[in-house]
């Protein structure tokens, strides 16, 4: 009965012979999906129903089936399969135009000795991330136990088949060519993808939930990653030929004298006020660019290198992002007159937190008109916030404006607590919240508020950090051991899956497939989607049928 009628799609052929063998597929992460089962949902084009995968393709071929049915006789209503996941991101790929944009990384390896194209190898790269696989191992074990008649999705979605190629390359190749690839060319990927998002006016068409305060507001904050105890990458002299590997030496000429070795990097992201966050730059820390003695503490390490990193990074950007709008969020770290001079530069708007022990004169200054009557007066403001669960939220604002910094430089002094009251009136310790802001704007009672929601955006940069460390992208494995180069880059594209991964899960067609489930097993369930789909039931799906599409995005809460 297949292929009689001549409004059957040419997608029917493959019915006969991918049905069979799914009916009698175990169905994967069973738990996950059969919270689905039976659930309708309607799209703006066809009604999808949810199901375990082995149901997933059978449905998909059923559909197939449905559309010979005599009884449709319009070939415009043909053609209403699943939209699955894994056809979703694969389309979003290629809206963000990936492959091209990795294509023009250049390629220093000998042309003729290669057998997989840069952008391949990448995209490799790049999957055990967005998969969340946690080591390039994870990835090569799945692909190596693919049959060969079950490759064509992922031979697909790699641009594989394209060349003809029917294999997929050793994670050992993949680790040479990362090792020759230059690392800002990468950097240079999340550039991209802020300026894909802002020319795709993702910004200015959620200007109300994305740039609620009318300014973009970047992050800095050091990451350490990896600790080693003997070097990772040494010469025939066994010397340590990392550039990367900051030295540390503690109780030296001790007994117990303790030599390990650290790795870490400067990021600088863009948060939104939506819950958007956008990595935009990594800078490795290198120790031949820190003045300091082997034996230093390491928090006084971290705080050097970052500051060192700080006034490398920052013009770069200034000069990448034009005459953006800018507020830089920073840490204590940060808190003091250099960092402010070189915002005033760049024409950058700042938020710093200052703690006890950076900029004393100005805690000292302050201390001093906080009691004064005029200020207990006019620079202060309360808020009170009474939450459904019956808790009460206290707020208090000071502020002081045009506090000296040096001898050259002025900023403004926001301090700011909060206090959470249960029901009864009793304080709960644990939610307490005290810091200081050091801000370029002049405060009032106007924007006191206002200025405390941007200071504290920049948690949402933790939780970046967190994320990677702790949701699925594996930070502290070091995915390249003996060579640098590949270490930096396998950690530069990190960012860059994240990115691209989040914007992903902000548009509304991602959001409804992914349901209740987590983020995590949402992607991993993209994996096993194309792992274990044959690609012409894959390639039914509208999202990569359609010759247009638009992704909408939603940054609702
Ligand atoms: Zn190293």
Redesign the pocket.
Known sequence: MIAQSSTICTSQIFTGIYSSPYRHHRPFRHHRFSRYRSSFRHRKSDIVIQTPLHDKVSANVSKIIDISSPLKSSPKQSCKYEDLSIAQFIRFLKQIKLKKLLSKIIDVRQQNKISYKNDVILQWALTVYFFRQGSCNALQTSLQKLKPNKRTAILKYLGLLEDEIDSFPHRTVVNDCLGRIEADEVNELLIHLFNWAKKSKIFYNHMPKLLSYDIFHICIDGFSVHK?DTP??VNEKKKNI?P??LPRRHNKGKKNEVTY?M?GFVNVTIVFSGGLQLPLYVYPLKASQIKLEGSASDEELKQESELQAAKMILPILKEKLGKLPVALLTDSLYANEPLIKLCEDLGWDYLIVRQEGSLKTIRRKCDELEGCELYQQSYRAHETIKLKNGNTIERTVKWFNGVTIGKKSYTNVLRFEEIVKDADGNSIKKKYFKTEWLCSKEINKGNCFSLVKRGRMRADHEDLHNSLKNRGFAAKHDYSRAN?NAWLVWKILMFVAFGIFELFSFTTLAQKSKGPSSWIAFAKDLLSELLKIPWEIIALSPSLKKEKIQFRFNFSP
């Open positions: 080693y990772h990458a990392c990367y590997c070795w790795h640098s």
